[in-house]
């Protein structure tokens, strides 16, 4: 998929760097170098903060050529890439699916490129769309479901070979929610572990168990894409 030139990303390169870190549960100094590293990437903007889609591409590029490099947790990076990407977008609340439809392709591009990890970037990317869930309040189930068609249609665009590893690496179960209540706990006393690049009283908003059962069992109330009050937007389905 070629990324829409006019694609911005406001302050791309911190909030990848912030949801790297944020994304690595315990102290790995290779981690945490590379996540400063993206900071450095030389990238042109059309204004102060502001990265286009070159920008993004060559950012994904170089950070996952440096974590199969050095033998990183793919997992914690292509998660810490998609958060991160997501949050700097400005088209999230009218455009969800198609941001992290773009997103998904330029990560896997890059993982078939440098030979990454296929089960840990499948699943770095299904346990990034649990939290953009829960932070952006969609609906969980369906942007699972939506997340791995996703995969399986930029692996299949990728050859037969690739789209092979990809599928068999993706959740078996009939029912995605299901295969997601165990990562949800996981959340909960990892992910959202205090880091010690992130406030106390953040973490501390993150790991609120009783607001995470609650947005899971609002769950139903809310669309992959949920349009706000007296406002009409497009509908938030495959484009």
């Known amino acids: ?6 694609m911005t990303f406001k302050n791309l390169k911190p909030a990848i760097a912030d949801a790297i870190k944020e994304s690595c549960y315990k102290t790995d100094a290779r981690i945490y170098n590379i996540a400063n590293e993206v900071r450095q990437i030389a990238t042109f903007s059309v204004e102060p903060g502001v990265e286009i889609a070159d920008g993004l591409a060559k950012i994904v590029d170089k950070t996952v050529k440096d974590a199969v490099g050095v033998g990183c947790d793919m997992s914690v990076i292509v998660k810490g890439i998609l958060l991160g990407a997501f949050r700097a977008s400005p088209f999230i609340r009218e455009e969800a699916h198609k941001t992290i439809r773009i997103l998904i392709d330029e990560i896997l591009q890059s993982i078939k490129k440098h030979n990454g990890d296929v089960k840990q970037a499948v699943e770095g990317i299904l346990t990034a769309i649990v939290i953009i869930a829960r932070e952006f309040k969609l609906n969980m189930q369906e942007a699972l479901i939506i997340t791995k068609e996703d995969i399986l249609s930029s692996a299949q665009s990728k050859g037969p070979e690739f789209a092979a590893a990809i599928k068999s690496k993706l959740p078996k179960s009939d029912s995605i929610s299901a295969w997601a209540a165990p990562f949800n706990i ?8 205090n880091i010690p690049t992130k406030p106390v009283a953040i973490v501390a908003t993150r790991t609120n168990l009783n607001e995470s059962q609650k947005t899971r069992d609002d769950g139903k109330k809310f669309t992959f894409h949920e349009p706000p009050k007296n406002t009409i937007t497009a509908s938030m389905v495959p484009v």
């Open 1 to 6: 998929m070629t990324l829409p030139q006019k």
């Open 186 to 193: 996981v959340f909960s006393i990892k992910i959202f572990k």
